[in-house]
C-alpha cells in the first residue's frame, strides 16, 4: 500500500518567516502534486511534479520532487497571511488514481 | 458548468437514515471521483468513474456506500443507513483522462450524522 506522509502535521508561523513542507514515502511516483485547501473548500492544485531532481517555482512557492521520486518538498518563502491553509501532496505511481497524503496545516500570523 | 458542483453543501441526518450526495463535474471531465475528509484528515480515496468503463470501487468503506453516474455526467453517492463515523466532508473532482492536469474539486459536502 503506497503512503504519504507529511510533516510537520502543524505549522504556525509569523508573517515574513521561511518553511518547507515535507512529503515522504517508500514508493516511486511518476507524478506527484501539491494542493492547498483553504475551510470550506476544495484543494485546488499548486503544481505537478513528474521527473526526479524537478524544481518548480510558482511566486514565493519552490517545489522539488526527489531524486528517487520518494518525496518532494514544498518551500515558502516571505510567508504571508493568504498562504494560511491545508497543504495535500498527492502522488501516482501511473494510474489514474492519486493517493494524498496526511496534510500540513499551515497557519501565517500577521 | 465553470466549476466541479456539489450539493448539499450541508447536511445534518439522523443515524440510520440514508443520504445521497450529488456532484456535477466539469463540462467534458470523463473522469470523475469521491473522496472523502474527515476532520484534520487527508483525504481518503472512495470511487472512481471514468467514461463508460467499470466503476473502480476499491476505497467504499462498506457496502451502505454506493454511487452511480449518470449519462457520464452527474454521479450520486448514496450511504445506507448512516452511522456516526459516516461523519465527514465529502468530496467530488473531475478530471481530464491525462490526470496530470490536477483534478478540480469542488466544495464539499459536509455531513454530519447525530
Known amino acids: 500500500t503506497q503512503l504519504l506522509e507529511q510533516s510537520p502535521q502543524f505549522l504556525s508561523i509569523q508573517e515574513g518567516e521561511n518553511l518547507t513542507v515535507y512529503c515522504n514515502s517508500s514508493s516511486v511516483f511518476s507524478s506527484l502534486q501539491w494542493y492547498r485547501q483553504e475551510p470550506g473548500e476544495g484543494p485546488v492544485l499548486l503544481v505537478t511534479?513528474?521527473?526526479?531532481?524537478e524544481v518548480k517555482k510558482l511566486k514565493r512557492l519552490t517545489f522539488q520532487f526527489g531524486d528517487a521520486r520518494k518525496d518532494s518538498s514544498l518551500h515558502i518563502t516571505a510567508a504571508q497571511p493568504g498562504d494560511t491553509g491545508l497543504y495535500l501532496c498527492?502522488?501516482?505511481?501511473?494510474?489514474?488514481?492519486?493517493?494524498f497524503g496526511t496534510g500540513t496545516r499551515l497557519k501565517v500570523l500577521a | 458548468g465553470a466549476g466541479v458542483s456539489q450539493s448539499p453543501s450541508n447536511k445534518v441526518t439522523e443515524k440510520g437514515k440514508d443520504v445521497e450526495l450529488r456532484c456535477d463535474p466539469i463540462s467534458g471531465h470523463t473522469a470523475l471521483y469521491w473522496y472523502r475528509q474527515s476532520l484534520g484528515q487527508g483525504l481518503e480515496f472512495l470511487i472512481y468513474f471514468q467514461g463508460n468503463s467499470a466503476p473502480d470501487k476499491s476505497g467504499l468503506p462498506s457496502d451502505r456506500f454506493s454511487a452511480e453516474r449518470t449519462g457520464g455526467s452527474v454521479s450520486t453517492l448514496t450511504i445506507q443507513r448512516t452511522q456516526q463515523e459516516d461523519s465527514a466532508v465529502y468530496l467530488c473532482a473531475s478530471t481530464t483522462l491525462d490526470s496530470r492536469d490536477g483534478y478540480t474539486f469542488g466544495s464539499g459536502t459536509r455531513l454530519t450524522v447525530v
Open positions: 511534479v513528474v521527473t526526479g531532481g
Open positions: 498527492a502522488g501516482t505511481s501511473g494510474t489514474y488514481k492519486y493517493i
